[in-house]
């Protein structure tokens, strides 16, 4: 086996003093049978998502949820127990700024739930129905507003965190002239135009212009321009990219978003259609500046 590649060798992890570390578990041989308890790396930090941080609550928890459904399930002795428990209690979840009283509840919740899965039977059991699940980007506590409307519904909630060590770490490459929801202002009136392109936004600021001075009122904001006799500009003094994203639905949605709220802050020119108010789009904040 060795032989495969220069690069790999495996190597026979055998006992000392009659004991074994296997994955996450310490087995100890004794006269009266076998002894098992967790077992960590020496280079272990007992570093989590600290409490603090703006990550959904299911993420910053679910380690913990991990350690206990661990500690109660695995077959270890109950002074190992009690080891593990003053571990997470003390090492791990105070290190990282966990309240003790939520991690103890917790422990109370999980060891009913196996509780109640030994004493249930296949009989008993109930039919679950296939759950579809669907994603959230978590940007603040302000998404549950929106998640709790799927609570009594057959849709499975799961979040996603927008700050990354992978989108930390990685080389970001910065597309100067990016495709997404952009605005073009009126020099005269200030009002604007909210529209959306799949190419780079100066590209469509192009089209914007062409119809201008070809006396065209096929764009909205040519419309507003030649009717009103206002001034326009360059991309340099009246183009603004408000948020970059791939053409698609989401594009759709957030230009739906940004007409919405620009008409609500009376920055919109008349002359660009608006659909139907959207009541969810009432819980985001409106743009600055």
């Not at 190597?11 to 003093?17: A, L, M, R």
């Not at 600290?50 to 350690?67: G, L």
């Not at 009126?186 to 201008?212: A, F, L």
Request: aromatic share 8%; with cysteine.
């Amino acid at each position: 086996m060795n032989s495969t590649d220069e690069h790999l060798e495996f190597k026979i992890t055998e006992e000392t003093n009659n004991s074994i570390n296997y994955l996450d578990m310490t087995i100890n041989r004794n006269v009266n049978g076998m002894e098992i308890s967790v077992y960590r790396k020496p280079t272990s930090t007992n570093v989590t998502i600290q409490h603090t941080s703006n990550h959904p609550q299911d993420h910053k928890y679910a380690v913990y949820r991990y350690y206990i459904n661990r500690m109660i399930t695995l077959p270890n002795t109950e002074r190992a127990r009690i080891q593990e428990r003053k571990h997470i209690l003390s090492s791990t979840a105070r290190h990282n700024g966990f309240p003790t009283h939520k991690i103890i509840d917790m422990e109370r919740k999980e060891r009913a739930k196996n509780k109640d899965k030994r004493t249930k039977t296949n009989d008993t059991q109930e039919k679950q129905v296939q759950k579809k699940w669907v994603t959230f980007t978590y940007h603040s506590p302000i998404i549950r507003m929106v998640t709790n409307l799927f609570n009594n519904t057959e849709i499975r909630i799961a979040f996603k965190a927008t700050n990354t060590i992978h989108q930390q770490l990685a080389e970001k490459t910065q597309n100067k002239n990016p495709s997404g929801i952009y605005e073009v202002k009126c020099k005269t009136c200030n009002k604007k135009y909210v529209g959306q392109s799949g190419r780079p936004v100066t590209t469509s600021h192009k089209e914007h212009i062409r119809y201008i001075r070809s006396n065209n009122i096929t764009s909205a904001y040519a419309k507003h321009i030649l009717n009103n006799r206002h001034e326009y500009g360059t991309a340099e003094n009246t183009l603004k990219l408000i948020h970059q994203c791939r053409k698609g639905q989401k594009m759709n949605n957030w230009e739906n978003l940004y007409i919405q709220m620009y008409r609500q802050l009376d920055r919109l020119i008349t002359e660009q259609l608006v659909n139907e108010p959207n009541p969810l789009y009432e819980l985001t904040q409106p743009p600055t500046g």
